[in-house]
């Protein structure tokens, strides 16, 4: 019968790649920090899916992305051509 042994110096350490977070925003989910190792390419800490943010609306329309809000028929701080509502000429 064959055996084989292998002594715990023929392993190595992991080499850590730190996996930045992501900010959500209106238009994009987001991710949580996570890492994993650029040599064997193991994840060792996941990354989680962040939900998209709420629209942030002042005067009308939303800080981030420009997008007016539904809810505010007196959208007159709008950007041209930002507008999802805004019917095409």
Known sequence: MLSFF?????????TVVVDPHV?????KTGLTQGSHCSV????????????????SYVN???IYCGAGDPLNPDRTALIPGTDPFELPH
């Open 23 to 27: 900010d959500a925003t209106c238009t």
């Open 6 to 14: 292998i002594s715990p110096t023929d392993y190595t350490s992991h």
């Open 40 to 55: 064997c390419g193991e994840i060792l800490v996941p990354q989680e899916v962040i939900p998209m943010t709420d629209h």
């Open 60 to 62: 009308g329309i939303c």
